[in-house]
């Protein structure tokens, strides 16, 4: 099983590289890959959600290192 991503930056680039996103999942992802600010926990939640949905690891707790 792959390591969890412990930057929710990472989490969102590795989303950016599926070809199934929709335009509205690949807009939010492209937000986060450059963000400095910290994420909502609405934001976390559907990352982590995203991430599932499409068989990557999973965003530790957190996701705020990196």
């Not at 412990?6 to 989303?15: I, M, P």
């Amino acid at each position: 099983m792959a390591e969890p991503f412990t930057d929710f930056r990472a989490a969102a680039r590795a989303l950016l590289t599926v070809d199934v996103l929709s335009e509205k999942e690949g807009q939010f992802c492209g937000g986060l890959a450059f963000r400095s600010a910290s994420l909502s926990e609405k934001q976390a939640n559907w990352l982590r959600i995203l991430l599932a949905r499409h068989a990557l690891p999973a965003l530790t707790a957190g996701g705020e290192d990196g």
